[in-house]
């Protein structure tokens, strides 16, 4: 028998092992022990205030002013209807992130996508809505139906429109493992989202993602932190320089790998 | 914030980052977890339908990301263990 105390315990990672493995055995067979700790679970963890006390620290913060300043118009804002010029854009960006760091906005280390994209998309995850722009389930987060399809056709420096907002690719690169991945935007009316997806057959997979509230057009506000994100993914992914458009759109065109 | 300690306020930044990178550490399912979880404050039925896996599972993966946070910032100095 396992008492109330105990499964409260388990749920707040205050049980040592080989309990914990045991009560997760019970929680696998037994149903009504699976319905008293939901009963029980209130979310009242120590850890989970302090876990919850750092993130909202992070959201709640500001870009500061310095950093703005300091960071000259991403490829984004600088990008003219036709294509940029990558390697201005890989340096621009090399340079504005290193006039960022150190950052505390995000760390490299907390960049996996599927936290990015909890805590900083929040409510662009979606459930149950099948074209929402980022959709993140138990095979991990990925670009919605609508987006895949804008980044499988639109070439970097170019708008694409999307339901409620706009998609900028900015580059395209392959990664050390020979996937194309792309960095993009998308301007909402309240939010941009900066983001790096690498596709893999049919889907695009979201390696890292940040958003901040913006006014309309606002892109160098919105790349802040998240230019500084991608910097580090795509240094982690061991991409190649940018591709130039011919490269590009043929990766684009190019069967599936 | 202008106006608060600066001790404080630095302290407070150190235990954020030290928070940040032990969930960093932790596995991809468990982190999305407790960004589901912890961060955005989703009960654990919402946080099985967003993500379409049993409520079990996320029970399960909210109590070892529990147990290793806790493990780690306590180790940390930042919680009482």
Redesign the interface.
Known sequence: MISDTELLA??????AEPR?TEI?SA??ADAAV?AR??AL?D?S????Q?????????LAEPVPPALLAAASPPPLAAASPTVVDFAAARAARDQSAAARSPI?WW?P???????A???VI?TG?Q??DSDALII???TG?RAGPTLAAALASTRSGTDAKLPGGVLRPLISVRAGNGDLCRQFGVQQDQTALVALACRRGDQWQIVVASSAVASRNEYAQAAGPGEAAITAALDALAAGEPLDAEAEAKALTAPKP | MPGEDGNHTQEQRDTGDRVRAAVAALPAEQRQLVALVLVEGLAYREAAEVLNIPIGTVMSRVARARAALVGQLAQAGVMPS
Do not use: W
Not at chain 1, 10 to 15: A, C, E, K
């Open positions: 388990y749920l707040n990672g205050q049980l914990m997760e929680l696998a699976m700790l939901e679970a979310g963890a120590a850890v989970d302090t876990v919850a006390a750092a993130f909202d620290a992070v505390r760390q280390a907390a960049l996996a996508a599927s936290l994209i909890g805590l929040g995850v459930k149950g993140a389930d138990s987060t």
